[in-house]
């Protein structure tokens, strides 16, 4: 059963920009950290960036720090990954994810409870 729902994926050139959505239909966000992940073809599931439930707090990947910026709306129960400066490297299914309790900045994905089905964001010229 699909908790979260993301969108907002496409095909971008190089130094390109994109901004993810993550949308909890059947739950409110309200009270859940936003993690999200992206895997890659052949690689494991790379944690990216999460928010805690509030907003107040953000952590990011070394890889995305400084070109990727993570938010939410809770008045929308939405979250928004804006990718910016966007590398072939970057290419791969994002996934969105939930996470129940105390805020974790591990990044690890056994940390959240519900997860979208992902959208593909693929960096070429």
């Known amino acids: 059963q699909v908790q979260l729902v993301e969108s907002g994926g496409g095909l971008v050139q190089p130094g390109g920009s994109l901004r993810l959505s993550c949308a909890a239909p059947?739950?409110?966000?309200?009270?859940?950290?936003i993690g999200w992940f992206r895997q890659a073809p052949g690689k494991e599931r790379e944690g990216v960036s999460c928010?805690?439930?509030?907003?107040?707090?953000?952590y990011y990947a070394d890889s995305v720090k400084g070109r990727f910026t993570i938010s939410r709306d809770n008045s929308k129960n939405t979250g928004y990954l804006q990718m910016n400066s966007l590398e072939p490297e970057d290419t791969a299914v994002y996934y969105c994810a939930a996470q129940r309790g105390t805020f974790r900045t591990s990044l690890s994905w056994r940390d959240y409870n519900y997860w979208g089905q992902g959208t593909q964001v693929t960096v070429s010229s």
């Open positions: 928010i805690s439930s509030s907003g107040g707090s953000t």
């Open positions: 059947r739950f409110t966000l309200d009270y859940y950290a």
